[in-house]
């Protein structure tokens, strides 16, 4: 979600700002602005558009400067415009800022009171002008910062700059993502680490209540009650050429096809033997693993679905309870704890607000067995768990999550066959075989991924329909969720998905002639039931588009078009069929035209609640 740039140098700042704000654009937002300091005078700049629009206005005036900072807002108060655009000014001083202020209309009123004039409908105008509050009562601007900062209640990430002082950015965290940039030519900050590897590998991130100095000359960092404090540099392995779109249309398309790569590089770790290991999951592993008696996986959207398949999986094949929730509510849930119990945390981007909420929260109940599976090695969530797991999946662009998604899948099957290892449920025979099949598992992938003429031939019929029926049974149900979640998110077709057994106890009201039913059908030991599942729609005139793979045997006729996929692949299918379903959404949306890397409404990582 929206992302923040800080930067001083020796050099012209505007061009490293807007560069960082391009490559925060994944992150999903709605409008753009920066604002530096030239000769010691504040100039602002705000767009109710693209980055690309700021880039124009900032050329335009030819604009130059050795210190700014830069924002890209995804809107949570006040609705998306110029007006409510960041930077934020009081008097002189200027504040981006990434998060939401919950206490914001309380000191808006007091500020009022005071004479302070509020021209947006923002919670982050109020950070402005209370540390302008605090500027006026004679605070030197760092102590304004970090003062003003204690007084908030919820999550921000700032930056802050101020007339006549240009020799300094002061920075502030607490809930919301920031890291500092240890540059040649001087001092950086930002949402994440792709923002800064234009001018810097080296970063450091800052800690919840972390207020931080930038100068030409160094930085300070000190903790909220004013202590300075050490935080150490990581020199980050993130590669530039990652974020390129190269030869692909668009982001989705290209982490698509990159499957194969990313699910290879995720189980590298297993490339080489014939046993599982789960130190994978970190030194501990083993013994925490081994006092684990249940397993509560948390996530949001897409995670969350990737959790619900290793339901299946955890329970059948290592005799390990399972549940799975919702971040967003497990937060606010009255829940019984369990020490007992792993904590399972999924998030690609290892920002998810809620994600990261709800952990604390399972923490705060005493729950310390926890385990993060993310894509984000330095990410806030990671930082939080005693046992992690990094998917390789590379940085994940497109809005609608592909890539993350599978290699998400290959690190719970691991959980899964460490889980039934070091519970005595794996025997060697099947752990040999499970693991031959893991590591065939990008070739399998690359195979399904050459059905895509077909599967563009189909999304040209769905992309004049309203609505859309997504089917599955067992393992499979959740990636009929997965299916139908992805059609929303970038073609804006209604869908729904149900368990098939389901159908006939309401939705099946809702097939006709103009809905479509997508049925994911592998060759499990629940075909049979699929089947009859499939014949339910058809005798109410619902035309098929069936997933079948190897042996499922469905023929094909009239209403019922069948895609056969190459393999049936066992426990593991259900990274094979998301495959068919994500092409299916892509060719969908670009036969309707949407803005298939960023659609309407989403962002990348959810930072806010
Ligand atoms: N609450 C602020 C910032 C929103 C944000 O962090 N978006 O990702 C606003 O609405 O402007």
Redesign the pocket.
């Known amino acids: 979600?929206?992302g923040i740039v800080t930067a001083i140098s020796t050099q012209n700042v505007v061009p490293v700002l807007l560069e960082g704000l391009r490559k925060l654009e994944y992150r999903g937002?709605d409008s753009a602005g920066l604002a530096v300091l030239y000769n010691n005078d504040l100039v602002r700049l705000r767009a109710a558009g693209r980055v690309a629009d700021l880039a124009a206005m900032a050329d335009e005036r030819s604009l130059a400067a050795n210190i700014g900072i830069a924002h890209t807002?995804?809107?949570?108060?006040?609705e998306p415009s110029e007006r409510?655009a960041?930077p934020h000014i009081s008097d002189g001083l200027a504040v981006v800022?990434?998060?939401?202020?919950e206490n914001y209309e309380e000191i808006r009123e007091r500020l009022t009171a005071k004479g302070f004039k509020f021209t947006s409908e923002?919670?982050?105008e109020t950070i402005a002008h209370l540390v302008k509050d605090k500027l006026n009562e004679g605070l030197d601007l760092f102590e304004a910062v970090r003062l003003a900062a204690n007084e908030l209640e919820g999550a921000y990430a700032i930056g802050v700059v101020c007339e006549n002082d240009s020799t300094r950015a002061i920075v502030a965290r607490k809930g919301?993502p920031l890291l500092l940039g240890v540059g040649e030519e001087g001092m950086y900050a930002a949402s994440d680490t792709s923002a800064l590897l234009q001018v810097t590998r080296k970063v450091i991130y800052l800690e919840d209540g972390d207020v931080a100095e930038l100068k030409l000359d160094g930085y300070r960092i000190c903790l909220s009650d004013g202590t300075p404090v050490e935080r150490g540099i990581t020199v980050s392995s993130l590669s530039a050429d990652a974020i390129e779109l190269g030869q692909y249309r668009h982001y989705m398309q290209k982490e698509i096809f990159e499957q194969p790569q990313a699910l290879a590089n995720t189980l590298e770790m297993i490339a080489g033997g014939n046993v599982v290991s789960p130190q994978v999951f970190g030194a501990q592993a083993g013994e925490v693993l081994g006092a684990t008696r249940r397993v509560l996986i948390i996530a949001c959207g897409t995670s969350f679905h990737a959790g619900l398949v290793a339901r299946y999986w955890l329970e059948s094949i290592a005799g390990i309870p399972c549940s799975v929730e919702i971040a967003s509510e497990y937060r606010y849930r009255t829940s019984v704890p369990d020490p007992d119990t792993l904590v399972v945390v999924i998030s690609q981007s290892g920002e998810t607000a809620d994600t990261l909420a709800a952990l604390k929260h399972a923490k705060s109940l005493g729950m310390n067995k926890t385990l993060a599976i993310c894509n984000v090695p330095e990410s806030a969530i990671v930082r939080e768990t005693a046992l992690r797991f990094i998917t390789r999946a590379g940085p994940e662009i497109g809005v609608a999550s592909t890539k993350a998604f599978t290699t998400q899948l290959a690190a719970l099957a691991l959980l899964t066959l460490s889980m039934a290892k070091v519970n005595g449920r794996l025997t060697e025979e099947d752990e040999s075989r499970y693991l031959t099949a893991m590591r065939h598992l990008p070739v399998a992938v690359a195979k399904v991924l050459e059905l895509e003429p077909e599967i563009e031939q189909w999304a040209q019929r769905f992309a004049s329909k309203q609505h859309a029926l997504f089917l599955g049974r067992g393992r499979h149900w959740p990636i009929a969720m997965e299916g139908a979640l992805k059609l929303k998110e970038i073609s804006y077709i209604h869908a729904e998905s149900y368990a098939a057994g389901e159908l006939k106890h309401g939705p099946l009201a809702l097939v006709d002639r103009d809905m479509p039913v997508i049925a994911v059908a592998p060759a499990d030991e629940l075909i049979e039931k699929l089947k009859s599942n499939l014949q339910e729609v058809r005798a109410r005139g619902g035309e098929l588009y069936v997933f079948a793979d190897a042996g499922s045997e469905i023929p094909e006729s009239d209403g019922v078009h069948i895609l056969h996929m190459p393999e049936h692949y066992g426990m593991l299918s259900p990274v094979l069929h998301v495959i068919p379903l994500q092409l299916l959404s892509y060719h969908a949306a670009l036969v309707k035209g949407t803005d298939v890397d960023k659609p309407r409404n989403l962002?990348k990582s959810v930072?806010?609640e």
């Open positions: 979600m929206c937002y807002r995804w809107a949570t108060h006040g409510n960041h800022h990434n998060g939401i202020i923002t919670d982050t919301s962002a930072t806010v």
